[in-house]
């Protein structure tokens, strides 16, 4: 039975960020004792509730444990504050699914090669793709002058080459990370910072 004398958890929220999923809160203030937090879990196709690993916690998060991480499953997810023998209201959160929902982080940058016309680059992934993922790297690219005018191309190797530079030009580049997920739409990740580099001298 809840009580009307313990707030509930507010500002709750999925967190998730290359597949790295947790749910968090804001603290629920009380004037003594300390509040703990209980987290339950259910996925789309199933009525019950199970504990996600995070039952009478003082931390005001829950990560997803690992039989959570199936990135096209739909998971519902609920939280409540405890105080002794009193416990608030569950608030619950939408359907999360971690394909649709996650943020994909900027690739990183390894390395960069100059020649005369060309920059070769070397990426790698901000996450660890599961069998069978299809990805693609979508380079934007411009001459470092007054009045840059963007290029874009897309690559779906993590090495490529710009091509057909002028020489001893300062070049500057950003990529991002696409992924095709289920719905056949490409989740879009995040762009790398800006990065720029002189072509050789022929």
């Known amino acids: 039975e809840p009580s009307p004398h313990l707030p509930a958890p507010k500002d709750v929220e999925i967190y998730s960020y290359n597949f790295q999923s947790l749910l968090r809160w804001s603290p ?5 004792g300390s509040v703990l937090y209980t987290v339950q879990y259910r996925t789309g196709f199933y009525e019950e509730w199970s504990e996600m690993g995070c039952a009478h916690s003082p931390q005001p998060q829950c990560p997803f444990p690992p039989e959570l991480q199936s990135r096209r499953w739909t998971i519902l997810l609920r939280v409540r504050a405890e105080l002794g023998p009193l416990t608030s209201a569950w608030v619950h959160t939408p359907p999360f699914v971690a394909e649709r ?13 100059v020649s005369p016309d060309s920059l070769l680059i070397s990426v790698s992934l901000p996450f660890t793709p599961d069998t069978g993922d ?15 005018t963007e290029k874009k191309l897309n690559e779906s190797n993590t090495l490529f080459q ?8 300062l070049y500057c580049f950003s990529i991002q990370v696409q992924l095709k997920i289920y719905s056949g739409h490409w989740l879009e990740g995040e ?8 072509t050789a001298l022929s």
């Open 134 to 148: 299809l990805l693609r790297y979508q380079v934007s690219y411009w001459e470092n002058t007054t009045s840059p």
């Open 162 to 169: 710009i091509r057909n530079l002028k020489e001893s030009t």
């Open 101 to 113: 929902n996650t943020t994909l982080g900027p690739p990183r940058v390894n390395s960069v090669s």
């Open 191 to 198: 762009q790398s910072a800006p990065e720029c580099h002189r």
């Open 28 to 32: 629920v203030p009380v004037e003594n």
